[in-house]
Structure formats: C-alpha cells, structure tokens
C-alpha cells in the first residue's frame, strides 16, 4: 500500500462480516480496502464447524441471539436471512448437509465458504490487504484517517469488522471495542461465550475417571435449558449442551444437569429391585447411562449400598435426584482461550440497527462479532456476521 490513498470504504476485518460488507459495498460501486493483520482471510470460517464451518442455521431466528436489547438483530436478520445465505451457497454449487437442529454445514471443507468470499470480493472489486496491521484511526471533516504499517488511507465510511476476543492465539484483539470507545460508543461488558465449564478441585477429582465420557444431557440455567451432548474433560464439563449454557451462566452462579432427561429414573430402579434386588444401583442405572458414569453416581450417591434391596424408595429418590437434578456451581470457564464467541461488546443502543452506522458518528459502522450481538451455537454467530454485513454493505 502506498502513502496515502484514498477509498469510499475501508473495513477493517477480513473475517465473515467484512468480507459479506466488502462484497455488497463493492456491488454498489463503491471503492472498498478490506484490511486484516492476519496473512490470511477468514481464519475463524476455516477452522469452524471441525473444518466444514455450520455456514448458518436454518431456523436462524433473534431468539437465539444474546444481547442487551434483544431486538436489535431482527432488522437485520430480516433485511438478510439464512435463506438468503443458503441460496449464495447453492449458487456457487457448495453441496452441504444439515447435521442436527437446522445446523448447515459443507460436506466438503470450509475453505469452499472462504472462497466463495474472497472470489466475491474480487468480482465486486474490492481490495485486500493482509498482514496489515492498524495503528491510529481519527476522524476528519469527510471521513476518516487510518494510520496502518503500510501507510496512510483516508475514507469516508469506516467499517469495523475486526471480531471479539475469542481464541487470541488466531489474531483476536479488542481493537473494535478501543475505536467504539475513542468514538463514545458505550461498551457492554465482554467476556468468553460458547466455552467448556470448569470445576473445582475437589469436584474435579471426583470426576476424574469420567474424562472423555458423553451423554445427551439437559442444562439448565434459570429458565434457559438447552437439550444436547455434554462431555466430561479433564479440566471439567464440554459438549453442546454446556457450551450453549456457558453463555448464560455467570461467576457464581448454579447450573443443573439432567443427565438422563428422558428417563423416569425413579420408576425405573424401583421396577429393576422388584425385579433383581440383588443387583447394584450401578448395574441398574447403566440400563440409563454410560457404564462409567452409572458407576460413579451410583458409588457417590449410595456408597454403602451393595444391593438395590437395601434401598428404601427415598434412596431411590436420592438416585434419581443425581442423575436428573444434579446441580453444580462451575469453578469458572476456560476463557477466551477456547471459547467461541465474545458476549458483549459494542452497545447496540449507539447503532442503527437498519444500517449498523454508529447514531453519533455519521460513516462509521460496527458488524459481526464486535456488536453486542451473540448467537447459540449452532450456524447462528455466522448468520450474524452475514446480516449484519450484508446491512451495512447497503449503506457504507
Ligand atoms: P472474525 O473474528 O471472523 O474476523 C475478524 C477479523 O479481524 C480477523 O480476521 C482478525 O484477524 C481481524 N482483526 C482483528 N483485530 C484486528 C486489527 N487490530 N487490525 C486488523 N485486523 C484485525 N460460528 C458459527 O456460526 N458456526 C461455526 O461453525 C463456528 N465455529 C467456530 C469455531 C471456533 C473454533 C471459533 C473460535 C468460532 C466459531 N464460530 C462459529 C464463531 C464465528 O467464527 C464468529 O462468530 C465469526 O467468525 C465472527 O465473524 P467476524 O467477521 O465478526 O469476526
């Protein structure tokens, strides 16, 4: 890049939103420079979904969305829909497959989703420049100035793209929210979403030898309950269920664990000691779970118990109260380190939700993960970053 150039837009962020943004506002005849300090475009798409990146979900709906104002994402959810992203991947022949619970993804690779963007970006012209870190941003009478390692670019519209903290080790910074600030944007607390729960110690030892073990569990926080797998780590508890809950449960908090939801787990073991008293409550149990796991609850919750004839029905209630009322304060989560997404962020009430220009600063826009808008797991936080580019490419 040379000294100083000049161009209608400049994004910063070569992620899912930037890349959506520069192809719609190089569309519309706009001079666009996409800037990213990776080597790479579309890092996240190509490391998501265990490499076939869930594209989007198609149920995508603002009820899977976390956010200070839960509203704020229907404008642009309805201005650019998963039907809308699905018909750009049939266009360009991407076959795809849904896994579970509307969930799209490649059959092939995610670079298929990378390409498509990067080939769109050419075709609209507009400019990529990678490896290009950013340094100062200030505004001026028409437009901004942005100072980057490779010179000077003055625009009239400034789109940041730049993404949430999640996952530093890939390029992750809190440059969007230091821009908000600079501007007077308000900030909505971030911290780490769609990442495994941690225990404590002693719990942690406790459930040591159920590393690696999964069921389909339900787990609820407060009224929010989601009903998918949940895995037993090293370091604590993974697997969709608790990702989606990680979301919602905060420091200190409670969270509880069914981990047989469908079963009647009273009827079962006091049909099973009519039965065969003989048995042991674990050996009854893993008629519901896994064997390790039927094991553990039933030596932890009944250690004296050899037979299930020597338990009364409240024993059996108290069985039963493990299995599908296990409740459990998680230690903490593992960070930003591996969660998926970044809750919080730039706060919707400083942005036009039909265009995502900032209210205050005319030709300044927020899109993607950088918004204080987060979604499930599930297809649902590329959605967003699709719509809310494709938004902000109509107007930047
Ligand atoms: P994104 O983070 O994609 O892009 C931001 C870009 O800005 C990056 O290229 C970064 O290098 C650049 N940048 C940052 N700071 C900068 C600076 N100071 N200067 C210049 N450039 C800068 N979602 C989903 O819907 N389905 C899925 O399958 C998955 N899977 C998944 C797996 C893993 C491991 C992770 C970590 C995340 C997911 N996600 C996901 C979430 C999804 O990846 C995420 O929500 C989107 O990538 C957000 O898109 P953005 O474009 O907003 O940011």
């Known amino acids: 890049m040379n000294a100083t150039r000049q161009a209608d837009v400049v994004i910063v962020g070569a992620g899912a939103a930037g890349m959506m ?74 076959a795809y497959h849904e896994k579970t619970l509307g969930q799209l993804f490649c059959d092939s690779s995610s670079r298929q989703i990378v390409e498509l963007l990067t080939d769109g970006l050419a075709a609209a012209g507009a400019e990529l420049s990678l490896s290009t870190g950013m340094r100062e941003v200030a505004k001026t009478p028409d437009g901004f100035r942005l100072e980057t390692d490779r010179g000077t670019l003055a625009c009239r519209s400034l789109v940041i793209a730049s993404g949430g903290r999640s996952i530093p080790k890939m390029g992750a910074t809190g440059f969007g929210y230091d821009v908000a600030t600079r501007f007077g944007l308000g900030i909505v607390p971030t911290r780490p979403g769609l990442v495994p729960l941690t225990l404590d110690p002693p719990t942690l030892e406790r459930l040591a030898p159920l590393a690696g073990v999964g069921v389909e569990a339900r787990v609820r926080h407060g009224r929010t309950a989601f009903e998918e797998g949940l895995l037993f780590t090293h370091r604590g508890l993974s697997g969709p269920s608790i990702l989606q809950i990680s979301s919602y449960w905060r420091e200190g908090e409670e969270i509880e664990i069914a981990l047989a939801p469908h079963a ?120 967003w970053a699709w719509s809310s580019g494709w938004v902000a490419g109509q107007h930047a």
């Not at 265990?50 to 009820?63: E, I, V």
């Not at 042991?280 to 037979?307: D, F, H, M, N, V």
């Not at 930003?336 to 939700?353: I, N, W």
Request: proline share 4%; aromatic share 6%; glycine share 10%.
């Open 21 to 94: 943004c520069a192809i719609e506002a190089g569309r519309r005849g706009r001079s666009v420079i996409v800037l990213d300090h990776a080597r790479a475009p579309g890092e996240k798409i190509r490391i998501s979904g265990g490499g076939r990146c869930n594209f989007t979900n198609r149920d995508a709906a603002p009820r899977h969305y976390l956010s200070a104002n839960p509203s704020f994402c229907i404008s642009a959810l309805r201005q650019y829909s998963a039907q809308d992203f699905i018909r750009l991947v049939e266009v360009r022949g991407i």
């Open 264 to 383: 009647d787990v009273f009827a079962h073991l006091r049909e099973a000691r009519g039965r065969n008293g003989k048995q042991s409550p674990a050996t009854a149990l893993g008629a519901l779970l896994p064997k390790r796991l039927a094991q553990a609850i039933g030596e932890a919750a009944e250690p004296a118990a050899a037979r299930l004839a020597d338990l009364s029905d409240k024993a059996l209630r108290r069985l039963e109260q493990a299995v599908n009322g296990w409740r459990l304060k998680p230690a903490g989560s593992e960070g930003y380190r591996t969660a998926e997404v970044t809750l919080g962020g730039v706060d919707t009430a400083d942005l036009d939700s039909r265009t995502m220009q900032a209210r205050n600063v005319p030709g300044l826009y927020f899109i993607g993960e950088v918004v204080d808008v987060t979604g499930w797991l599930g297809g649902y936080n590329f959605q």
